[in-house]
């Protein structure tokens, strides 16, 4: 053992070495920080000491803590539906406290979100909604309808900047709507007169909204406005001439009427397959829908598209991963085995092999309880 000298120990600094009264007791342990020049003084005057066989003089630097670890990616298909519960949160915020939220700023966030899923993973940004049995039809519709928008922009050639005020026209486009929700709800068929007569002028009502929380984007406002306009003038709330109608509102009225009509709500007795959504509202062109969006629209989302649940030959119950036009050429997951019970994990099906061609549709609504089953052909 080596008695301490007084240069031995720098103050605020980590010590080098453990250090021990004259009868052995430990004192500091290595790597304890002095502070005070008292304390160096009476371990001087009590003959403090350390081993020299263990001494490290060198600077004492303490041993890192494991980095922490990278927080686990959202798959696009997770973060999809954060997004859906953010412009929930957004939506409901604006409705009863607006001055507490900048409007633009977080739907212009989810909106840039939904943007980069869609150019990173397709199949996911159009499943994600479709199969949202949690959230509110509004919610998920506008949703779903934001990701149709901004695909069929795309398509359409539009710029970033005009997409970017599309896709957030689409996620607000029924603000004016949300306070009449609960009411509209409470109907399992027609609306009567007077809410129908309110629901009509909810595209003014929501452009308003959006106005008095500080949106002043033309193309937003207008696309919010029109979206329910139709090219033969038939359409609501101004009943406006076709030449009059933005093409942002011409891209949003397909976007909305798809997606309303693929997703069940209180109202409607049952949701369309997305092909016979897509057949009527084709049969809809010039009249009252853009054909050439129309066209785009089935190029984007096939006549199955993701999240359509099929049933195959073999008995099974599967679920549409990616759009496609043929259905021999659809790629499907089972996740109802032949017996009905709910597989485990979804098992991949090749419907150009016997046994697995697709012989009908099943109405999601019908297919709830392997909910989370689904999900996971995405989530992965």
């Known amino acids: 053992m080596r008695k301490i000298v ?20 430990l004192l500091f ?33 303490p041993e890192a803590p494991p980095p922490p670890p990278e927080p686990e990616e959202l798959s696009p298909f997770e973060h999809m539906g954060s997004l859906i519960l953010n412009l929930k949160h957004v939506l409901a915020t604006m409705l009863k406290n607006p001055e507490q939220i900048d409007v633009s700023t977080r739907i212009k966030k989810i909106a840039q979100e ?19 049995s949690y959230n509110s ?10 990701v149709l928008t901004e695909l069929i922009a795309q398509k359409k050639g539009l710029d970033a900047g005009q997409r970017l005020s599309l896709v957030c026209a689409a ?19 027609p609306l009567p007169d007077d809410l129908w007569a ?36 038939s359409g609501y709330p101004a009943e406006l001439p076709a030449a009059h109608i933005t093409q942002g509102a011409r891209i949003l009225a397909v976007a909305d009427r798809y997606s309303a009509m693929t997703k069940q709500r209180p109202y409607r007795a049952q949701a369309y397959f997305p092909q016979f959504a897509l057949k009527e509202i084709y049969l809809k ?60 994990t979804p098992a991949r099906r090749d419907t150009s092999q016997p046994g697995c061609e697709i012989v009908g549709l099943v109405p999601f609504a019908d297919c709830l309880t392997a909910a989370v089953v689904i999900k996971q052909v995405w989530a992965k």
């Open 285 to 344: 062109k010039n009249a009252e829908i853009d054909e050439e969006i129309g066209r785009i629209l089935i190029s984007v989302t096939g006549l199955l598209s993701p999240g359509t649940m099929v049933r195959i030959k073999s008995g099974e119950v599967a679920v549409v991963k990616s759009p496609t036009v043929k259905p021999d050429a659809a790629v499907v997951y089972a996740v109802y085995g032949k017996t009905g019970m709910i597989l485990s």
């Open 198 to 233: 309110q629901m009509r002028q909810h595209p003014e009502l929501g452009a308003q909204l959006l106005q008095k929380s500080g949106i002043t984007d033309p193309v937003w406002l207008d696309a919010v406005r029109q979206h329910h306009e139709h090219l033969d003038g």
């Open 171 to 189: 996620l607000t486009r029924d603000v004016g709507q949300l306070q009449m929700q609960l009411e509209m709800d409470k109907h399992a068929g």
């Open 137 to 146: 039809y509004i919610v998920v519709q506008q949703m779903m309808g934001a």
């Open 114 to 132: 939904l943007q980069k899923i869609c150019q990173k993973d397709i199949d996911s940004a159009l499943a994600a909604p479709c199969v949202d």
């Open 6 to 25: 007084h240069s031995d120990i720098v103050l605020g600094e980590p010590i080098g070495f453990s250090i021990y009264s004259q009868s052995g007791t």
């Open 29 to 61: 342990r290595r790597g304890s920080v002095i502070h005070m020049p008292d304390q160096i003084s009476r371990l001087l005057v009590r003959g403090a000491q350390y081993d020299e066989t263990e001494t490290d003089l060198r600077p004492y630097t």
